[in-house]
């Protein structure tokens, strides 16, 4: 697996940086507009959690590498455990150097002390395991085009609750009822207070997404053809 | 004589083509060539040797090793070299080098650097800029630099000029003299074939044809040329496919000596090349 993170490594250094760049300009305009710490942790990890596997996973799609790294002697399972364990560590740099940015900058709204904290971290981890989980199986089978059809996906999904609430009427509908659990659980994953409990339960959550979405991709990536 | 790659039963199905019942195998220290129009399956065949797709049915042995069940073991002795080049286009040869050459054990820099020195290859170049014929040397070279004990090359000398094919068959033809080392190689070049392949497997319409060793089939292949229509292609022992112009009849067969023997008047017996062979099944009317 070493030896498949130093490829990933090499094969995508110069592209990483590109994005660290881009996220300098974009996180010096966020960090001076934004001064809730909530809104930038989620934000942040959308950023990050869309950025690197689009980043990592782009480029091997936009060269048609993956027969390159199927050549080589390692099984595919070690393979996507591989792109799994580059894309955490890239996400862990994103995270790092967004904070650090957070800090450094002058003209920043956001006190990285209220950010620094168990909750936020975990609670940061767990929002990029889930768009993480999501989206790697999707690209690990069909490339970038998977991220397209993901989001696409979820496009199509809001019009289409948009149009059910319409037609549903009544503030009582299911649909609404789902979005207002939906809004409550993010709320309260933001500000529930931080026991030993809760901080496991988000690790073992975001684990097991993790675990299966690993799971999941491995029998994709098995089963494709180059 | 021991196999460095068995192959038994081999199918893989797509929509409109089927690699069907493909069986042969190739002796250790020798090279192989696989012929075969464009579309025959001889991609999917090398493809499926590495595993790059899955097969549906059937065996791919390697050194006497399941390809599946020992894929890392039996990769890391082969060089392997795709007919379009997949590495990532804004690299510079030696960062690729360099990630490649952790996966292999007998990884030798210093021969990597003969060889691209050799190729007049610098290592500081960029993949993308590089022409076909050179991205072929690179990827010749990677596949060279760990003392891989099986080549497995999908048409290598496809859009070379030929000078460098001729550099690249040398160079197969030195590479087996230790008689450890074996090379298949997929060509719809015939020529390449006839100039360096030991052996011969010809694949038309995802089936294997033939399978032997080149000497062999040029000896016992033949065509029979005759003027105006006063020969039938099933007069011909071992016909195999034939061609009728306006004002003559050109039949291919599979035993020469048979044809030979026979009281065939007004014809002209020869040997039949590779191009003859392939030309015949591939294009003329196959006969059974």
Not at chain 1, 61 to 84: E, H, I, N, Q
Not at chain 1, 147 to 175: E, R
Not at chain 2, 234 to 258: K, N, Q, W
Request: aromatic share 10%; charged share 20%.
């Amino acid at each position: 697996m070493l030896k498949i993170l130093r490829l990933e490594y090499l094969l995508n250094r110069r592209q990483i940086l590109i994005v660290l760049a881009i996220f300098t300009a974009y996180f010096a305009y966020m960090v001076s507009r934004i001064d809730s710490p909530r809104v930038f942790v989620v934000s942040t990890c959308i950023m990050i959690g869309l950025a690197m596997p689009f980043t990592i996973l782009g480029r091997e799609d936009k060269f048609k590498t993956s027969a390159f790294v199927c050549s080589l002697p390692v099984r595919r399972s070690t393979v996507v455990l591989g792109k799994y364990a580059a894309t955490w560590a890239a996400i862990g740099l994103g995270l790092g150097y967004t904070l650090l940015l957070a800090a450094v900058f002058p003209f920043s709204k956001i006190q990285v002390a209220e950010i620094l904290t168990a909750r936020s971290l975990f609670v940061a981890l767990f929002l990029i395991s889930l768009i993480f989980a999501v989206i790697l199986p999707f690209t690990i089978r069909f490339g970038l085009v998977g991220i397209i059809i993901l989001l696409v996906g979820f496009q199509l999904l809001g019009i289409l609750a948009l149009i059910l609430s319409h037609v549903l009427g009544g503030a009582n509908n299911p649909l609404r009822v789902f979005i207002r659990a939906v809004a409550g659980g993010l709320r309260t994953l933001l500000t529930h207070e931080a026991t030993p409990g809760f901080l496991l339960a988000l690790l073992a959550v975001g684990v097991a997404v993790s675990a299966a979405s690993l799971f999941v991709s491995r029998a994709l990536y098995v089963r494709r053809d180059f | 004589m021991d196999n460095a790659i068995e192959i038994t039963g081999l199918r893989k199905e797509y929509k409109g083509f089927t690699l069907e019942d493909v069986t042969f195998a190739v002796p250790r220290g020798t090279i192989m060539g696989l012929i075969g129009p464009n579309g025959a399956g001889k991609t999917t065949i090398v493809k499926l040797i590495m595993n790059l797709i899955r097969r549906d049915a059937g065996e791919v042995r390697v050194f006497g090793r399941d390809n599946l069940r020992h894929e890392p073991e039996i990769k890391s002795r082969i060089g392997f070299v795709y007919d379009v080049p997949r590495f990532p286009e804004d690299l510079r040869l030696k960062t690729i080098a360099s990630a490649v050459s952790a996966f292999y054990e007998g990884w030798d820099d210093s021969r990597f650097r003969d060889l691209l020195e050799e190729f007049r290859l610098s290592p500081r170049q960029v993949f993308k800029k590089l022409s076909h014929g050179l991205k072929m040397k690179f990827s010749l070279a990677i596949a060279l630099a760990h003392g891989a004990d099986l080549i497995l090359m999908d048409e290598p000398t496809a859009g070379l000029d030929p000078v460098f094919r001729f550099e690249l068959l040398t160079k197969l033809r030195a590479l087996i003299q230790d008689e450890r080392k074996t090379v298949l190689f997929s060509s719809h070049i015939t020529s390449d074939l006839e100039r360096v392949a030991d052996y011969v497997t010809f694949i038309h319409q995802g089936r294997v044809v033939f399978s032997a060793a080149k000497d062999e089939i040029l000896d016992t292949w033949g065509v029979i040329r005759a003027a105006g229509d006063g020969l039938r292609p099933e007069d011909i022992p071992g016909a195999r496919g034939f061609r009728r112009t306006e004002h003559s009849l050109e039949v291919l067969t599979s035993d020469l000596a048979a044809a030979r023997r026979s009281p065939l008047s007004g014809t002209v017996i020869d040997k039949a090349s590779l191009e003859d062979i392939m030309f015949f099944i591939g294009k003329g009317n196959a006969h059974a």
